[in-house]
């Protein structure tokens, strides 16, 4: 398995009273769902918004996060931190705008300096 692969692998939110929901419509029926799949009766003031268009029980959008902090850890095990920043480089069109920042950030963040600084950089100017 490839880190864009790996990537691309959504978290299960099946068990998550959450949902999406960028209009009102989207909003209603969202919550009309989440009432008839878990077989519930919840209202608006039982919700909350997340980033994203998140909304959802407080409690799952947390869990949804722990979900999503605990696929990130698996990172380092999985991935080396070249696979990281090559992929990362292209998400955010580096070659583009001439700058890495956003690449080493990613690979600082998951595998730490000491192994950023080992990186081949295409851009070296953003300091790590």
């Not at 209009?23 to 980033?51: C, P, R």
């Not at 851009?123 to 790590?128: C, F, M, V």
């Amino acid at each position: 398995m490839t880190y864009a692969d790996y990537k691309s692998q959504q978290v299960d939110t099946d068990d998550l009273k959450l949902f999406f929901a960028f209009s009102i419509k989207q909003f209603d029926e969202g919550l009309a769902g989440i009432n008839k799949k878990f077989n519930t009766n919840l209202e608006v003031k039982d919700l909350v918004a997340s980033i994203g268009g998140m909304v959802g029980v407080k409690e799952d959008i947390s869990e949804f996060f722990r979900r999503i902090n605990e696929k990130n850890k698996k990172i380092p095990e999985l991935f080396s931190a070249q696979d990281v920043y090559d992929y990362e480089f292209g998400n955010h069109e580096c070659d583009y705008v001439c700058d890495d920042k956003e690449a080493i950030n990613i690979v600082v963040e998951f595998f730490g300096t000491g192994l950023a600084k080992k990186v081949k950089r295409k851009y070296g100017y953003a300091e790590i």
